[in-house]
């Protein structure tokens, strides 16, 4: 698979190896396409105007919900709300369903494989309401303890919210699993950050069965800016506005408003319909490629990386086996801090992610503060491995390492 | 897109200095009855230091610190601790003003004596997202400071 060239960043700089993906992806030219395409021919204020210009910006970004959540496995697609992304999906429900039916003595189980976005909301509702937030933690291997999850769900549990793919260490959930134990064990919700698992497996929110699902767009090949919310429809219509304002009223009297159908009533504001248009493109890329390969060209790279990687002293891999993973390989390399490393890959034209990758609770556990992160993506080949393994023995050299 | 670094760049970062305080820093450990002590963090990648001082009168008399990081950041303390040793507050403020500079790219500062090892890290001022690092120390000795005027 030699994708390269559709991408006109990577295309134009030779040498440069992006592996950091899981932060953020390249774009391909038909997504920059579209939303110049959709600027130069139907840029309007999508349900205003009575003028066909508006119309057509209306179709476009109707058309465009369509595409994405055929993509993504929903049959009703008004249960996919555009949000800005990942973060504002959760907390969108956080901030909603949860302020509304979070009461002191309840209980919100998240897990230490979060990131960030899929648990300070939590955190931050739970001090609020005097709610008790309770954490899964791992297994030796980083992968969700099962067993904890078991004995935390209880009839006292509001809301479980957990990842389909761990954004540092790669880990695939078992998302129906934990579905089918949490409605078996409580009456809960399941929250599912979706930021990792969009981009990188085949997804399907109607056979999933959770309740809500997150992802970004941006991190799948579409820009910056705009992603989705899923939920199921019962709840959405239940669940009162997240922000109000334009576009999501139906009627407002002087003391007291109505408020529009869904998707509507949680996109306050002037909706993103080009970012929208965008998104729809990537996602007709990625079914040009197919999920299945998507998976299988990532997967034969991460095990090329790690087979030369394990062979190299003092270099440690976090995470389950790469059968159980998802586009990452995070690991450190003896006491070479991961921002030294990343700056002696970056002047390899290696980019990688060095840090605590939004997820300090996991570092405490893995006993580290950074690890050194290499995502890979559709766009990424053998050439990049190479790289990679070069600029980890420079940097070995730079810090004198000497064989035993 | 950024520049990436070219490898003479990668070397005058990585001197011998600095990675001769990473591996044997100065200074390192706690420092009994301290008279300011200083917990901080860089946010960016959750290292973090520790600093200890006692002063004697208007000088900083003795400091260690402690914490993880990288190699920017530990030698960055590990020097400033050995410079500042023994000098008054006005002195302090003086090489941490001039340090800035250095961090800025001002080359005067990097032949600038009084700044003694600290020169060692004027590769870092070709590394932006580094700088932060390389200060880390410097803002927890500020604050050091600060909380003895207080």
């Known amino acids: 698979m030699n994708l390269r060239a559709d991408f006109p960043l990577l295309a134009g700089s030779p040498g440069l190896h992006y592996l950091d993906s899981a932060a953020t992806s390249q774009k391909p030219g038909v997504v920059l396409d579209a939303i110049r395409d959709f600027y130069e021919t139907s840029n309007a204020n999508p349900h205003r105007g ?5 119309v057509r910006a209306t179709e476009c970004y109707t ?13 009703d697609a008004a249960s996919l709300i555009f949000t800005r992304g990942t973060t504002e999906g959760i907390n969108l429900v956080a901030g909603s369903w949860g302020r509304a039916n979070v009461r002191t003595g309840d209980e919100i189980v998240v897990t230490a494989l979060d990131h960030h976005s899929n648990f300070v909301p939590w955190q931050q509702l739970a001090l609020e309401k005097g709610a008790t937030l309770r954490i899964c933690e791992l297994t030796g291997d980083g992968r969700l303890d099962l067993d904890c999850m078991r004995e935390l769900v ?9 990842n389909h793919v761990s954004n540092a260490l790669g880990t695939i959930n078992p998302v129906t699993d934990i579905v089918r134990m949490v409605r078996d064990q409580s009456r809960a919700i399941t929250v599912c950050d979706g930021a990792q698992s969009a981009p990188h497996l085949s997804v399907s929110f109607d056979d ?22 899923i939920g199921r429809r019962d709840l959405l219509e239940q669940m009162p506005p997240y922000q109000s304002g334009g576009d999501m ?19 306050a504001g002037t909706p993103n319909p080009a970012n929208a248009v965008g998104l729809a493109a990537a996602v007709a890329y ?4 197919g999920m299945d390969r998507v998976l299988t060209h990532e ?8 087979e030369r990687l394990a062979a190299i002293d003092g270099l440690r891999i976090y995470g389950p086996p790469i059968g159980q993973r998802s586009g990452v390989v995070s690991f450190t390399l003896e006491d070479v801090h991961p921002h030294d490393l990343a700056t002696i890959l970056d002047g390899e034209g290696v980019c990688i992610r060095a840090g605590h990758h939004c997820t300090q609770p996991l570092m405490r556990r893995l006993d580290v503060t950074a690890t050194a992160r290499a995502s890979f993506y559709v766009y990424n080949d053998e050439a990049d491995v190479d790289a990679l393994l070069a600029g980890i023995m420079k940097a070995r050299d730079i810090f004198g390492y000497v064989p035993a | 897109m950024s520049r990436p670094e070219t490898s003479a760049e990668i070397a005058a970062l990585y001197q011998e200095m600095i990675l001769d305080h990473y591996r044997r820093p100065r200074n390192k450990g706690v420092l009994e009855n301290a008279d300011a002590s200083v917990q901080m963090k860089n946010p960016l990648c959750g290292d973090e230091i520790g600093l200890q001082v006692h002063f004697d009168g208007d000088g900083v008399d003795d400091l260690k610190f402690s914490g993880r990081g990288c190699s920017i950041s530990l030698a960055s303390a590990s020097m400033m601790t050995q410079l500042v040793k023994g000098k008054s507050s006005n002195e302090i403020d003086a090489i941490r003003t001039r340090f800035r500079e250095l961090m800025l790219g001002d080359v005067t500062a990097a032949t600038d004596t009084r700044l003694g090892s600290l020169r060692a890290l004027s590769g870092v001022a070709r590394f ?5 690092c390389a200060l880390l120390a410097w803002n927890a000795l500020e604050s050091a400071l600060a909380q003895r005027a207080s």
């Open chain 1, 286 to 289: 990625l079914d040009r490629i």
């Open chain 1, 299 to 306: 997967r034969s790279l991460m095990a090329m990386a790690e």
């Open chain 1, 154 to 162: 209880t009839s006292r549990t509001k809301i479980v919210a957990f």
């Open chain 1, 50 to 54: 009575a003028y066909s210009l508006s």
């Open chain 1, 249 to 267: 009223i139906e009627f407002v009297y002087d003391d007291r408003t109505t408020w529009n159908v869904l998707p509507h009533k949680f996109e």
């Open chain 1, 63 to 75: 058309q465009a919900r369509l595409d994405i959540a055929r993509f993504l496995g929903v049959k």
């Open chain 2, 128 to 132: 932006p997202a580094r700088v932060k």
């Open chain 1, 208 to 229: 999933l069965g959770l309740d809500f699902y997150a992802f970004s767009g941006h991190k799948m090949l579409g820009p910056m800016g705009l992603g989705g919310l």
